[in-house]
């Protein structure tokens, strides 16, 4: 038998080469490559990714998101008013055991005037209790929540701040707790301690899980594997 001959393969013609312009490097990143003898190849790729978030920082002793320091000079303002309306509360009370100071141991003694020992200085005293209650919880508890990483904390501080005007109507010394509360309300609001509540709600995602259905399991071979 004779030899077959094989064809040689015409060589390759070489690609054709782009005629616009490679858009700029901020677009569009060119290198070439080599494709063999024929010639060679433009790759286009994409550009670079941007940089990634701020990456969230776990305490390695709680497991947690670190405390962000703005966030706590917010807390803190937020429980020094509430420190400062129980001083106040204290003094107030200090003040009333007192009848001749009774009427000047609270602002709104002073205007209602009630008498010493009768029901209606009960009633008002009872009144100026609740009104501390509600100007000393307010930071307090925007407080904690913040340090616990819920956002909502931010909307409840500035309630807390607003209750603290009622301060009024309690000892003068109670209305330092007005300023500090403003202050630790608006602190809460920065950008920081956005991020802060960011991680905080990236920590509690619960993962994605698909859907398991256990309500049409069927055991062995299906039927359109079994042959007859």
């Known amino acids: 038998m004779g030899e077959q001959q094989i064809p040689h393969s015409q060589p390759t013609a070489p690609y054709p080469q782009p005629t616009a312009p490679i858009p700029p490097q901020e677009a569009m990143l060119s290198r070439p490559a080599e494709t063999g003898p024929a010639g ?6 994409f550009p670079p990714l941007p940089e990634p978030a701020e990456a969230m920082r776990v305490s390695p002793a709680t497991g947690q998101p670190r ?9 803190g303002f937020l429980y020094a008013s509430t420190v400062a309306t129980a001083v106040g509360f204290g003094f107030f009370w200090w003040e009333a055991i007192n009848i001749i100071r009774f009427h000047e141991s609270a602002r709104l003694l002073s205007w209602t005037t009630p008498r010493p020992g009768s029901w209606q ?3 008002w005293v009872c009144v100026i209790a609740l009104v501390a209650l509600a100007v000393a919880a307010g930071p307090s508890i925007a407080a904690f929540q913040a340090w616990n990483g819920w956002r909502w ?3 409840v501080a500035l309630i807390a701040a607003g209750l603290s005007l009622l301060a009024f109507l309690l000892h003068p010394i109670a209305l330092v707790a007005i300023p500090l509360a403003m202050v630790g309300a608006g602190v809460l609001w920065l950008p920081p301690v956005k991020r802060y509540f960011d991680h905080w709600a990236a920590f509690r995602a619960e993962d994605i899980r698909h859907p398991q259905y256990f309500d049409r399991v069927r055991y062995g071979p299906l039927d359109r594997y079994v042959t007859s």
């Open 40 to 45: 060679t190849k433009t790759i286009q790729t």
């Open 153 to 155: 904390s931010r909307p």
């Open 67 to 75: 405390r962000d320091p703005v966030m706590l000079v917010g807390a």
């Open 121 to 123: 200085s009960v009633v």
